[in-house]
């Protein structure tokens, strides 16, 4: 078993980070220092779970974190700099802070760093979560010594329960839009309006009309999906949030 950390300061490191076409140095008193911080840390950008569960719902839930005092979200792996900045572009995941821990100084620091090498990997993190309070660790989420990558105790919700038990998290809300319709302009202010946070899949940019046929059975927009639930347009979504 991986020992927990809870009750210690974080490691002292220099991260050296790519800005633009600079080097910038970031230490760990600018990241932690007088802040309260969340940390998740992954094996490696890119890579299958990664992708489509961890990093996501941390971008998902930044505001809601945000509301309970949390000043940062840090996604940590031991990969370089470039590599972390090309995934934060791919994902579009302007919430989160990438933290290239390239030489593993840091993870090593959190007696997280493990071998990899069945895989190709090298030495990789361990994933595991944290809250950071001043540079001491509060709560750690460390994942099972299990053979594999298992995931199931690391995430964006279980950290969520922790910080705040008694707040329920809204159902996920997708939205099919295209440039220049009025209807899903109604329909995105309408959200707003409930306080309801969206992710916005733009026919031609994110997604085709193939895509939406497939997902609704209709070709028009906006489209509304609420917690796996086809909602259908601009009236239906009304309708649905005047019976909510």
């Known amino acids: 078993m991986f020992a927990t950390q809870e009750g210690k300061p974080v490691p002292q490191v220099i991260f050296h980070t790519r800005q633009g076409d600079r080097w910038v140095d970031v ?7 007088d802040k309260t ?3 998740f840390s992954l094996p490696g950008a890119f890579t299958p779970t990664c992708s489509s569960s961890h990093l996501p719902r941390y971008n998902e839930l930044y505001s809601v974190f945000a509301q309970h005092g949390v000043d940062a979200i840090l996604c940590v792996s031991v990969n370089d700099t470039f590599v972390m900045n090309a995934w934060k572009a791919e994902q579009r995941a302007e919430n989160i ?4 821990d390239g030489n593993g100084e840091f993870t090593r620091g959190m007696e997280m760093l493990v071998e990899k090498s069945d895989v190709g990997f090298g030495a990789r993190s361990w994933r595991y979560s944290m809250l950071v309070r001043n540079g001491v660790i509060e709560k750690m989420f460390v994942e099972p010594n ?11 919700d279980t950290l969520l329960r922790y910080l705040a038990p008694e707040f329920k998290v809204q159902e996920s809300v ?7 319709c009025p209807f899903c302009t109604k329909a995105k202010q309408m959200l707003i309006d409930n306080n309801m946070q969206f992710e916005e899949i733009v026919l031609g940019q994110d997604a085709t009309t193939v895509s939406l046929r497939a997902v609704s059975g209709r070709a028009t927009v906006p489209q509304v999906f609420i917690g796996g ?3 259908g347009g601009s009236d239906d979504l009304e309708q649905y949030l005047l019976s909510a």
């Open 97 to 100: 802070t990438f933290i290239p």
């Open 37 to 39: 911080v969340i940390v």
């Open 174 to 180: 997708s939205l099919f839009t295209k440039p220049g």
């Open 27 to 33: 230490t760990t008193d600018e990241l932690f220092k």
């Open 146 to 156: 299990k053979p594999g990558d298992p995931f199931e105790v690391s995430d964006a």
């Open 229 to 231: 639930r086809h909602i």
